[in-house]
C-alpha cells in the first residue's frame, strides 16, 4: 500500500469513527444516560463543596476516593504535578473503560466534555458536576495507557 492510499484509509477511518460519535452524542460512544446516571453538569453559583485534587505521573490521584452529597454541586480543582498530561473523567465503569479503549485506538484525539477536566502538565484545571444520585460512581483518567496503568478511583455519593 503506497502512502497516499495509507493516508486516504487513516483518514476515512478516523472521520467514520468521529461521525459515528458525534451522531451518538458524544465521541465515546453516546453514554450520555449512563453519565446522567451519576448527576449533571453544575453551576457555579450553586457550589456547596470544592475537592482538590492532584494528579501524577506514577499514574494516581490524590486522593482516589471522595465523599460527597446526593443533590449538592461539586467543585473540583485538578491540579497536574506531573510532565505528562492528565485528565479526571467522570463515569461508570462501563463508560470509562469504553472511552479508554477509544484514546488507546486514537491517542491524539482531543475531547471537552462536561464530565471531564483535562490539564496540561503543572496546571489546574476545573469540573463543576451535581451528585443527583445516591451510590459509588468513578473517575478516571483516559489519557492513552493512564486507565490501565490504574489512574482511577470512586466518589461516593451519600
Do not use: Y
Amino acid at each position: 500500500m503506497n502512502t497516499k492510499t495509507l493516508l486516504a484509509t487513516i483518514t476515512t477511518t478516523f472521520a467514520l469513527v468521529c461521525t459515528g460519535a458525534l451522531a451518538s452524542g458524544n465521541h465515546a460512544g453516546g453514554h450520555d444516560s449512563e453519565t446522567s446516571a451519576l448527576g449533571q453538569p453544575g453551576k457555579a453559583a450553586k457550589v456547596k463543596q470544592t475537592i482538590e485534587i492532584s494528579l501524577s505521573d506514577t499514574m494516581r490521584f490524590n486522593p482516589d476516593t471522595l465523599t460527597v452529597k446526593q443533590g449538592d454541586t461539586v467543585r473540583f480543582v485538578v491540579k497536574n504535578d506531573g510532565k505528562l498530561k492528565h485528565e479526571l473523567v467522570l463515569g461508570t465503569a462501563k463508560q470509562l473503560k469504553e472511552h479508554a479503549e477509544m484514546m488507546r485506538k486514537f491517542p491524539e484525539m482531543e475531547h471537552a466534555d462536561a464530565n471531564q477536566a483535562t490539564v496540561e502538565p503543572g496546571k489546574t484545571g476545573e469540573l463543576i458536576w451535581q451528585f443527583t444520585r445516591k451510590g459509588t460512581f468513578d473517575f478516571a483518567c483516559l489519557q492513552a495507557g493512564h486507565f490501565e496503568a490504574g489512574m482511577r478511583g470512586k466518589v461516593v455519593v451519600k
